[in-house]
């Protein structure tokens, strides 16, 4: 069967299958990820989606993540959007990321969306009760990418009701900044993120908000190598919205959304996450899930120069 | 968009990615020429910026044979990749039988776990719960046998 997420002229014809592909090959990726490499770590995750912590990826390490997000859509179609991450660790205090995004909507299309480059970085070289990370982003999308990796301005459901054929033609070149600000505590991790957005062409500056709770079911390891056991659990929570524009800085016509999640870390390396989410107000998806596979490869950066010597 | 400049984004973002690269590889030769993995004087000046009162705090695991084996577990999961799977040390981690660090204090390892040596390339394990900390530290005070 060929896939394909690029547009195609039928889509009436192809949906179905293009919405299969898109599951199959995030299946099929998935198990190469966890079945695949033949060496790795278990980093130091939070399950979080949306919200970011201050632990950033162990230096020369590459982590892969394929995520999707599964909306409910009032007057509107439902849709899946995946998106890939690969998040290398160029210093213990520096953290690049790429993401290439994508999306199926029922009974319309399915499309290749646009990448994102972040990077974050930890200015204090010490823990702290509050730990600072500076965020910075570029994203290159288009009007249909709906993998609501954040919620800023006046991002809301309705912006996804939009046909696919349609919202592709808007392009999206944008500047995030985030002031992440995280604490461990007793096991808990808890983290606060500030989002400022600025499209590049034109608009105001969009702000958003995520907070973040998550706690190991076990603080304490046990001696035995398990899979199932509770100290390789996570569960936690998070909230999310937009907060305005630097035009108009209010809650009023925002979208907010509530999400528990669990995460699982297996210590070959790979980790599951799921989340469903729900929206607390009439602006929001009244339903998402997320649910996300990541695998670590340890010294990614040292296999690769050795290609070079 | 004109087709030249619908390049120059993921141009950049190679050249980003391959600069990330060679300032790791070119940190990790620097360190590798200049200060020896073994050298116990790099150790002992790490761990000598903990704080005072950590050298007073206690290990809650000490004398349990099961945390040294979680510590054990836990220093496979996320140590040994860079420090060996027996502790000896690889390329620019230091090998942690040196005297520099099982004469360091319970607390001053668990400090040192928690907060890294971020500039010099040792990740802050902060994300691990402090039992999880501690766990380790048995294991490597076990190590001196």
Redo the contacts between chains.
């Keep these: 069967m060929a896939c394909t997420l690029l547009p195609h002229p039928d889509f009436a014809g192809s949906k179905v299958k293009r919405l299969r592909c898109i599951f199959y090959l995030g299946l099929l990726c998935s198990v190469c990820i966890v079945l695949g490499a033949p060496k790795s770590v278990a980093a130091q995750e939070t399950p979080y989606f949306v919200t970011y912590s201050h632990h950033l990826e162990e230096p020369g390490n590459l982590e892969i993540e394929m995520n999707s997000t599964y909306g409910t859509q009032r007057r509107g179609n439902d849709f899946i959007a995946p998106w890939v991450e690969f998040e290398y660790g160029a210093k213990a205090w520096w953290t690049t990321e790429f993401y290439l995004d994508g999306q199926g909507t029922f009974h319309d299309g399915a499309l290749f969306t646009g990448f994102r480059w972040e990077n974050r970085f930890r200015p204090l070289m010490h823990e702290h009760s509050i730990n600072p990370v500076l965020y910075v982003e570029y994203e290159n999308t288009n009007g249909a990418d709906k993998t609501m990796i954040e919620v800023v301005g006046f991002d809301g459901q309705a912006d996804h009701a939009v046909p696919n054929s349609e919202a592709q033609q808007e392009h999206q070149d944008e500047l995030e900044t985030k002031l992440i600000l995280s604490s461990d505590y007793k096991g808990w991790n808890i983290s606060e993120n500030f989002i400022g957005e600025k499209n590049l062409g034109h608009d105001p500056w969009e702000f958003g908000y995520a907070v973040g709770a998550s706690r190991p079911l076990r603080l304490a390891a046990t001696s035995n190598s398990c899979n199932f056991c509770r100290e390789n659990f996570l569960v936690g929570a998070e909230i999310y919205g937009g907060l305005g524009t630097s035009w108009n800085a209010t809650l009023s016509g925002t979208s907010h959304y509530l999400a528990p999640m669990v995460g699982w870390q297996l210590p070959s390396g790979a980790s599951f996450r799921i989340s469903p989410g729900f929206g607390l107000n009439d602006n929001s998806h009244r339903f998402i899930l997320r649910w996300g596979v990541s695998y670590e490869i340890d010294g990614f950066g040292h296999k690769v120069r050795s290609l070079f010597r | 968009?004109t087709p030249m400049t619908r390049w120059i984004?993921p141009g950049l973002?190679v050249l980003?990615?391959a600069f990330?690269?060679a300032?790791?590889?070119a940190?990790?030769d620097h360190e590798h020429r200049h200060e020896h993995p073994t050298d116990d004087r790099g150790v002992l000046l790490a761990i000598a910026?903990a704080p005072q009162r950590t050298r007073e705090w206690r290990n809650p695991y000490e004398g349990q044979p099961?945390?040294v084996?979680?510590?054990e577990?836990?220093f496979r999961?996320?140590c040994a990749?860079c420090h060996g799977s027996n502790a000896r040390g690889k390329?620019h981690a230091v090998n942690l039988h040196l005297s520099a660090v099982q004469n360091a204090t319970p607390g001053e390892l668990e400090w040192f776990l928690?907060?890294?040596?971020?500039?010099?390339?040792?990740?802050?394990?902060?994300?691990?719960?402090?039992?999880?900390r501690w766990?380790i530290v048995a294991y490597l005070k076990s190590l001196r046998r």
Excluded: C, F, T
Excluded at chain 2, 118 to 129: A, C, E, I
């Design positions: 968009m984004i973002l980003a990615l990330a690269l300032g790791s590889a940190e990790q910026q099961d945390a084996l979680a510590g577990k836990l999961q996320h990749e390329g928690r907060n890294g040596n971020l500039w010099r390339g040792m990740p802050s394990w902060s994300g691990l719960p402090e039992q999880r766990q």
